[in-house]
């Protein structure tokens, strides 16, 4: 089967206009936040051409906005780097679930499908797909939330920097930024150990406010990662395995060693005795 073809039964396929619908919900938002960014990376001194190089290329709204202050002002190099690894940390972890999904395709095609991961993406295909095993709609649906979010995302970033200077900072669309984030991150917001983070990371944010260079936000990134490490191990302590009966002869099943390699199962195999 030839390329084309190929993308062409992605395109057709139910659960890319599937995935379409879903994200259209967080896509005026997506582009809000798209739009400020653009404006942003012009006024703090980015030449058009950079700019769009760091939209195309970057394509990181949170870790955009976390460095640009930092450029601005001349921050030093190693912390407008671990600004941005740090924002970005949540991506090592949405890759370690993306494997159990997509660890079997070639390496190109899972190094384009980590490009166009998103946040909002990932809590899309998690609620459509929630056990974390390969189905042949998985692509489909991805491809489709993906394309959705990069276009929400880069064409009204590009505007925005194409308009920058065109655009007056009494628009509000600062405020207009603020909204998209709080409609991105209450939408990711979905069990007691997030919403935990997520005050951590606040509170620690606005107690280390003085800080000089921004320094606060990685402040609270750490925090917030602390505070998700101790209510995992804590939930770890407090979950007991499953306990599964093996035939003698039998071969313990892919997903089954997944689940006995994460301690929630543990395989007892029975014993045949002449």
Known sequence: MSRRTRIR????HPYFRMAVID????SLGIAAWGLVTGVVMVKSGLSVGMAVFMSLVVY????QLAVIPLLSVGA??????LTASCVNLRFVIFSSMWRSYFGHLPLRQR??????SGDVIYVGFMKR??????QPEQVPYFCGAASTNWLAW???SIAGILLANTVPLSWGLGFAGVLALLGVLLSLLFDRATWLATGVAGTAAIAA???PLKLNILVAIAAAVAVGLIMEAVDRRRHKPEVVLLPADSVLPPEEREHVQAGDVVPLREERHP
């Open 76 to 81: 030093p190099l190693w912390v407008v780097w």
């Open 9 to 12: 039964n992605t395109l057709r």
């Open 129 to 134: 797909f929630p056990q974390a095993q390969p």
């Open 60 to 63: 990181a709204g949170s870790a």
């Open 23 to 26: 994200m259209a919900g967080t």
């Open 111 to 116: 190094l384009a499908l980590g490009y166009f």
């Open 154 to 156: 880069q064409v009204p």
């Open 209 to 211: 406010f003085a800080l």
